[in-house]
């Protein structure tokens, strides 16, 4: 999938396989990342247009059941443990993207190191 800015696009949401970022009108919101558009529009079922950087979990009405069952899924998807209240529910979207963002690097840049030093041997 890709955003053209010539051509009006009202979303465009990257599925779980491909890592484009989301799109609004042609603007890339590199914020949201992948994994939790995903989750949250086929798992909570959020509207796509209720995405939004700034939004927080309580603007899209997710209850703190809800979020501690996206820290379960995020935790399995991608391996990042965090405390759900103070992960997710009071930081908006883009703030959330860009903690995932961050996790997973450190966990892929860890495997690295680790991988390195044991060929070292």
């Known amino acids: ?55 927080t979990m309580d603007d899209l009405e997710m209850d703190s059941l809800a979020v501690a069952e996206l820290g379960v899924i995020v935790k399995e998807t991608l391996g990042v443990e965090a405390d759900a209240d103070s992960a997710y529910k009071g930081a908006t979207l883009g703030r959330i993207s860009q903690f995932l963002t961050e996790a997973t690097a450190a966990t892929v840049d860890t495997a690295a190191t680790q991988a390195t030093a044991a060929g070292a041997r």
Do not use: W, Y
């Open 1 to 55: 999938m890709r955003c053209d800015s010539s051509v009006f696009q009202p979303l465009c949401i990257p599925s779980a396989l491909n890592v484009r970022p989301l799109c609004m009108k042609g603007n890339v919101m590199s914020e949201l990342h992948p994994t939790l558009v995903d989750v949250l529009t086929n798992t909570f079922k959020v509207p796509a247009v209720e995405l939004r950087p700034e939004a």
